[in-house]
């Protein structure tokens, strides 16, 4: 019998820096609407929550989890599909963080090509979608998304005036 790991509270995690993992094991991603995705350890080492949920999942000895299964439970399954997408293509290296203040616009000129593309193709399917990523980087830990979602928001307010950013930020109904 397998079970899996349902994350509702992250304050219980911790890190064991004692504890070493096999970089090609694979872990299950699964979203609150039963969305999968499947990644490496190594892939999820950009989250210190996914790493600590995996790592604190397999030290527990009590535990019959032999599936390597995260429920995610605040996150849908399109918002992990571009968690998923982001972590794979950094596999584990957490990517340099943008200079602050965001001085363009263009956000080709503020990180690198791949992870403007990214961040940019968030906002063409809708704003409501960055938020969502922006929730999700914060509650999974990943700084550098977090961070350049957040360069994303400055890029898109920058050079408006104080009365027209409301309307730029809100989603369109």
């Known amino acids: 019998m397998s079970s899996s790991l349902s994350i509702e509270n992250e304050s219980s995690l911790s890190l064991d820096p004692e504890v070493t993992q096999d970089e090609n094991e694979v872990i299950t991603?699964?979203?609150n609407d039963n969305v999968s995705f499947?990644?490496?350890?190594k892939e999820i080492k950009c989250s210190n929550m996914l790493v600590s949920a995996f790592t604190d999942s397999k030290n527990n000895e009590t535990k019959e989890n032999d599936d390597n299964n995260i429920i995610l439970s605040n996150i849908d399954g399109k918002t992990l599909n571009l968690i998923v997408k982001f972590l794979k293509e950094h596999n584990g290296v957490e990517p340099p963080l943008p200079e602050k203040p965001v001085k363009s616009k263009d956000m080709k000129e503020i990180t690198t090509e791949w992870m403007a593309n990214f961040v940019d193709d968030i906002v063409k399917d809708n704003k409501e979608s960055l938020y969502k990523v922006i929730s999700a980087a914060n509650y999974l830990f990943i700084n550098s998304l977090l961070h350049i979602c957040c360069a994303k928001i400055a890029s898109m307010i920058k050079g408006i005036?104080?009365?027209?950013i409301k309307d730029e930020l809100l989603p369109k109904k």
């Open 29 to 31: 991603l699964t979203s």
């Open 38 to 41: 499947t990644c490496t350890y």
């Open 161 to 164: 005036p104080l009365e027209e």
